[in-house]
């Protein structure tokens, strides 16, 4: 895949296993997955949380697997356009992480209040309280 070009870890710092919680979740969900499958996803969530690239940012927010945006939609890095993209996911774990991204402009989150998401709804109010 072309979005990573290093076979070596995004970082040394980060200790989460994230092919074992894949593997996980995706037993829990009933998801059948490849080993080459679940190392693929891994590695796409792991450069989610820790790349400062905006055009990986962007690439990964189109992402069909929920952790991957998700990460993208708590990462510092990305670029506004991308976190209003975001809040209109179909995932309300994604949404909520971009409601709580401190980069998401207020005026962006607003259309969220009514959210069908308690966890969306909270995250809304967090935010407005963190003023």
């Known amino acids: 895949m072309e979005l990573f070009k290093k076979k070596k870890r995004v970082t040394d710092d980060d200790n ?3 092919k074992e919680i894949t593997r ?3 037993g829990i969900f009933g998801e ?5 499958e679940l190392s693929e996803r891994a590695k796409l969530w792991e450069l989610a949380d820790h790349t400062t690239n905006s055009k990986k940012l962007s ?15 708590c990462n510092c890095h990305t670029p506004v356009d991308i976190l209003i993209f975001l809040l209109g996911d179909e995932s309300c774990e994604v949404r909520e ?3 709580s991204n401190p ?3 207020l005026n962006a989150i607003e259309k969220l209040r009514d959210d069908e998401s308690k966890l969306v709804r909270d995250a809304v109010i967090w935010r407005k309280r963190k003023i």
């Open 103 to 105: 980069n998401t402009p």
């Open 59 to 73: 690439k990964l927010s189109d992402s069909p697997y929920i952790e991957v945006r998700e990460s993208v939609a």
């Open 16 to 18: 989460y296993d994230r």
């Open 24 to 26: 996980t979740l995706s």
């Open 32 to 36: 059948e997955l490849t080993e080459k």
């Open 97 to 99: 992480a971009a409601v």
